[in-house]
């Protein structure tokens, strides 16, 4: 019961905090938009993100970012509904398993776009980079090197988390089953 | 389902009361029920045993498979 207190404490700690990045950061860009002329001038230095010469290419990993963020708090919060039921030891209900099964994809969502998004990224850096310098490169070599540069432990780890989400959600639901047919066992 | 419960039609022959069957064999109303009405899925073997230690009848008085 500790355990659960526990882990239900840290997300409900994690929730609130991503809550409030979100809404500070929101702001922020809010008010760098359209009122930059309030900010400090450190501050105000960001702003050279909405005019830059780049198009809108420079954007993908910002708004991905974004999203990514703001699924992350979606998947806290389904796992914050989901350990609920867990305080008042009820493990396999509905709620639970759909919780997880929703909480999982995300994770695998964030992980896979990050590393595609990475990958393209690495790929674009390169070829501008290469047709620039004008050089040649070992093809099997340069491949490796965009591979090691795109799957990055964060989002290999997301992945796993998400599947382990999705099993844990399989498992809940053949246990709700297993509950059921125990309980309608006279 | 393929496996009818005729509980009702060995109680009804008995004259015994359901209330009754249930405080003999050691169950409640509510899980008594559930078998009359057919929504249980599985008997215990020590159920099946004091059902029909009550009724005095065989397990085949009070469950009988029909083809679907």
Request: glycine letters at 4%.
């Amino acid at each position: 019961m500790k355990t659960i207190q526990l882990l239900r404490t840290l997300i409900n700690i994690l929730f609130y905090t991503l809550i409030a990045v979100f809404a500070i950061g929101f702001t922020f860009f809010i008010i760098l938009y359209f009122f930059p002329e309030s900010l400090s001038m450190p501050l105000r230095n960001f702003s050279m993100l909405f005019n830059q010469p780049f198009g809108w290419k420079i954007y993908l990993i910002p708004m991905l970012t974004m999203i990514n963020f703001t699924l992350l708090i979606i998947a806290v919060f389904l796992l914050k509904r989901g350990t609920t039921s867990f305080l008042k030891s009820d493990f396999y209900n509905e709620n639970v398993t759909t919780s997880f099964k929703k909480a999982g994809s995300i994770f695998i969502f964030i992980g896979v776009s990050t590393i595609i998004v990475q990958l393209f990224t690495v790929l674009y850096i390169q070829n501008f980079v290469y047709n620039m310098a004008q050089v040649g490169t070992n093809y099997l070599l340069s491949m490796l090197n965009i591979l090691a540069a795109a799957i990055d432990l964060k989002s290999t780890f997301s992945i796993i988390i998400g599947l382990f989400f999705l099993l844990f959600s399989k498992i809940f639901e053949h246990s709700r089953k297993l509950e059921q047919e125990n309980e309608l066992t006279i | 389902m393929a496996i009818i419960v005729n509980l009702d039609v060995m109680l009804a022959k008995r004259k015994m009361k359901s209330k009754d069957l249930a405080e003999i064999i050691g169950i409640t109303t509510a899980n008594l029920s559930i078998l009359k009405s057919g929504k249980a899925k599985a008997v215990r073997f020590s159920t099946l045993e004091a059902i029909c230690k009550a009724l005095d009848c065989q397990p085949s008085d009070i469950l009988e498979y029909v083809n679907d």
